[in-house]
């Protein structure tokens, strides 16, 4: 039997929990959580989208983005509006406090990221990021 400690499960989880807990002392500077900074920072990238395509691009249910959304509207980071196409949608717009907050934590969040890669090659880091996405893949197929 395999020991715990060498199973991919595990070697993910206990991953993905340092770099979350090490991603939330960066994003707490500004009262945020690393899952609604990476909500306003999609924003910046395509501004007036709708909660859907949102939780479908964070890989997230409805429920989840909802909660991250109720947070950040609360902290007039966001507003949501009416889709003028269909009204059984809302999009979702980036306000200037939140894009100054995600303009003063992104350059907290490259560095973060350039930690969490330190050492690996860009050779390394390209295998690295097309398993994890394959992996990705075939869990969510």
């Known amino acids: 039997m395999e020991n715990e400690?060498?199973?991919?499960?595990?070697?993910?989880?206990?991953?993905?929990?340092?770099?979350?807990?090490?991603?939330?002392?960066?994003?707490?500077?500004?009262?945020?959580?690393p899952e609604q900074y990476g909500v306003l920072h999609r924003?910046?990238?395509?501004?007036?989208?709708?909660?859907?395509k949102l939780a479908s691009l964070h890989a997230r249910d409805q429920t989840s983005i909802s909660k991250a959304l109720d947070?950040?509207?609360?902290?007039?980071?966001?507003?949501?509006?009416?889709?003028?196409?269909?009204?059984?949608?809302?999009?979702?717009?980036?306000?200037?406090?939140g894009r100054e907050t995600v303009?003063?934590?992104t350059p907290l969040m490259q560095s973060h990221n350039g930690e969490a890669i330190e050492g690996l090659s860009e050779e390394e880091l390209n295998l690295f990021i097309r398993v994890l996405d394959r992996i990705f893949g075939n869990l969510s197929e």
């Open 5 to 33: 400690a060498d199973t991919l499960g595990f070697r993910l989880s206990r991953t993905y929990l340092a770099y979350a807990k090490a991603a939330g002392k960066v994003t707490a500077a500004e009262d945020m959580t």
């Open 71 to 97: 947070k950040l509207e609360q902290k007039e980071m966001i507003v949501r509006r009416a889709n003028p196409v269909d009204r059984r949608s809302v999009l979702v717009y980036l306000t200037e406090k």
């Open 43 to 52: 924003l910046t990238l395509v501004d007036g989208i709708s909660q859907k």
């Open 103 to 105: 303009n003063v934590l």
